[in-house]
């Protein structure tokens, strides 16, 4: 069975400084990760994913993750934020041959502030 | 990335009565779409998966018979919540997933806020 745990509930930062999203997951057989933002009253929207290839991810809206295998973490960076990024963001990951769930971590919320 | 809508964006019902919720994939075609219910602050939790043309996988603990799901096409999937009650009241969520894209990856619709009287 896989899971996901975000460190951090809040995530408090000033507009245009940087801010890394913590997640760490556990699974037995390899994994799909993703990161994912919702708006206020609004569905999921996919920042970015990781399949294979590559750590270094990057994604929408100047958002990157960095796959770390040995520490078993997926962290979301953005190296200057704005107001707009103001959201709940959530990291998820899929196990090969779960049959296709998502398993999520609980959150974290990121307030931009001026 | 592939669009996915849900209908109503929010419904307010009384005690008692039935409520159907559509999720659809706009764009491509979706053998397998997912429900979610998220409460307020909290993550996302699955209820169940989808299939077109086969019954639906509740996740232990959701009651099938409450929450009717139908996958009448690849591109429509149906959540009825029978004789809600206000207990029901949450921010139901679907997803499909694009077998254009690898990983599994799954697009969300918007939500459906449900709130019942």
């Known amino acids: 069975a896989q899971s996901v745990t975000q460190l951090d509930s809040q995530v408090p930062v000033f507009e245009e400084a940087p801010v890394e999203l913590r997640c760490n997951y556990s699974s037995s057989v390899s994994v799909y990760l993703f990161w994912y933002v919702q708006y206020p009253n609004q569905g999921l929207q996919l920042l970015l994913k990781y399949l294979s290839g590559s750590t270094l991810v990057k994604g929408i809206n100047g958002f990157e993750a960095e796959f770390n295998k040995s520490q078993t973490s997926f962290h979301l960076r953005k190296p200057s934020v704005h107001i707009s990024d103001t959201a709940e963001y959530f990291c998820?990951?899929?196990?090969?041959?779960?049959?296709?769930?998502?398993?999520f971590g609980q959150g974290t919320t990121l307030q931009v502030k001026p | 990335g592939a669009v996915v809508s849900q209908h109503p964006s929010r419904v307010i019902c009384k005690s008692g009565t039935s409520v159907k919720i559509e999720c659809r994939s706009l764009d491509f075609q979706a053998t397998t779409m997912f429900w979610y219910r998220q409460f307020p602050k909290k993550s996302l939790m699955l209820m169940a998966t989808s299939n077109e043309g086969s019954k639906a996988t509740y996740e232990q603990g959701v009651e099938k018979d409450k929450f009717l799901i139908n996958h009448a096409s690849l591109t429509l999937s149906t959540l009825t919540v029978t004789s809600a009650h206000p207990e029901d009241s949450s921010f139901y969520i679907c997803s499909a997933r694009d077998p254009r894209v690898g990983g599994d990856t799954q697009y969300f619709g918007p939500g459906t806020r449900l709130t019942v009287l």
């Open positions: 998820a990951v899929i196990g090969s041959g779960n049959t296709g769930k998502l398993i």
